[in-house]
């Protein structure tokens, strides 16, 4: 069949072409992003468009919109620092909410998904209405607020801080009810509820995880740790919670304390970001490889990696029904990934 070749001119300073055998063609734009031609095994989606980095991924209780939190720097001044809800089938954007005045590196829904939580850089967490977009309420802190967390009744929320403490605020009025760490030599990296509601998990540069009495702010329970806490998440049966550390590790670990139950990576290059499915089956971890891994919560046994992130994967999130996980990473993308064995046909956003 004839065919023509019509001319094209690429600048090599705008434009970087890279073949790496066993992996997708990569483009590498001037931004320092970068476009794949082929979609990695396994990527049922990517979301592009946020500038800077991704810290928080987050799917709606409805399993049909992802909520991302990122931002970086550009040239010292805040660049891309918003809150973004997208369509988690076509990839298109829904809804962006802004106001916070540097990086957003945290973010949570509430359980009815009306209402969206989400910490900033600025040292201010913000309360969003998820239909509008529009600011409920504000909460600030004396550094940057690293983890934010809704209370599973709705009536508190809970902001985790560089500061060293972490706070427990009424929904409704605004007002501080609690603060579970004080020691302002040690960043809180993250702070969650328990599904009960009954207790707050904090973890961070301490090299300890912390279980406190929600309502007396009293410290019940303590897990000590070899390295830094970077993330960590509480069971939905409240047995058990997970960690990621600085060091590589993923690890289980009683809720009432004491020495680990398992470990899932002792990896050389170090996790982090974990999740565990609704279910309470299933762990899955951002490694700063690039992977995620997916592992059964009580063999251990790997049952699913995913390559394709460039750099540090800062955070992942299983859908509601547990089939498919969503990851975001330093690279400013977002990727929806399907976990069981077989694999649907890739697609980019927008088809």
């Known amino acids: 069949m004839p065919f023509s070749l019509m001319p094209c001119r690429i600048s090599l300073r705008r434009v970087l072409l890279a073949i790496i055998p066993g992996t997708a063609c990569l483009l590498a734009l001037p931004d320092g992003r970068s476009a794949e031609t082929t979609p990695p095994a396994g990527q049922l989606l990517r979301l592009e468009g946020q500038p800077g980095g991704v810290f928080?991924?987050?799917?709606?209780?409805?399993?049909?919109?992802?909520?991302?939190?990122?931002g970086g720097y550009r040239a010292g001044r805040p660049n891309g620092c918003d809150l973004r809800l997208w369509d988690a089938k076509t990839g298109k954007e829904v809804r962006r909410f802004e106001g916070h005045m540097g990086p957003v590196l945290a973010a949570a829904v509430s359980p009815d998904g009306q209402s969206i939580l989400s910490g900033s850089a600025d040292c201010t967490a913000q309360l969003w209405e998820c239909s509008t977009g529009k600011e409920l309420a504000r909460f600030r802190h004396q550094a940057a607020i690293r983890s934010v967390a809704i209370a599973p009744d709705g009536l508190s929320i809970l902001t985790g801080s560089s500061d060293g403490t972490t706070r427990r605020w009424e929904t409704a009025s605004g007002q501080m009810m609690q603060i579970y760490d004080r020691d302002r030599t040690r960043a809180v990296h993250c702070a969650v509820f328990s599904p009960d509601g009954r207790h707050v998990v904090t973890g961070g540069f301490g090299r300890s995880i912390r279980v406190w009495e929600t309502e007396t702010a009293r410290m019940e329970a303590h897990c000590d740790t070899t390295a830094t806490v970077l993330h960590l998440v509480v069971a939905p049966d409240n047995l058990g919670?997970?960690?990621?550390?600085?060091?590589?590790?993923?690890?289980l670990w009683p809720i009432r304390g004491g020495d680990p139950v398992r470990g899932y990576s002792r990896a050389t290059r170090a996790a982090s970001a974990v999740a565990i499915s609704s279910d309470g089956k299933q762990v899955a971890a951002g490694m700063r490889d690039g992977t995620v891994r997916v592992w059964d919560r009580e063999s251990g046994?790997?049952?699913?990696?995913?390559?394709?992130?460039?750099?540090?994967?800062?955070?992942?999130?299983?859908?509601?029904?547990?089939?498919?996980?969503?990851?975001?990473?330093?690279?400013?993308?977002?990727?929806?990934?399907?976990?069981?064995?077989?694999?649907?046909?890739?697609?980019?956003?927008?088809?």
């Open 301 to 351: 046994k790997e049952k699913a990696r995913f390559e394709g992130h460039v750099g540090t994967v800062s955070t992942v999130a299983f859908a509601p029904d547990g089939r498919t996980l969503a990851s975001g990473g330093e690279d400013g993308s977002v990727r929806v990934w399907q976990i069981s064995r077989e694999v649907a046909k890739p697609k980019t956003a927008g088809e």
């Open 56 to 70: 928080a991924v987050v799917f709606l209780p409805d399993g049909k919109h992802i909520l991302s939190a990122g």
């Open 241 to 251: 919670l997970v960690s990621a550390d600085s060091e590589g590790g993923v690890w």
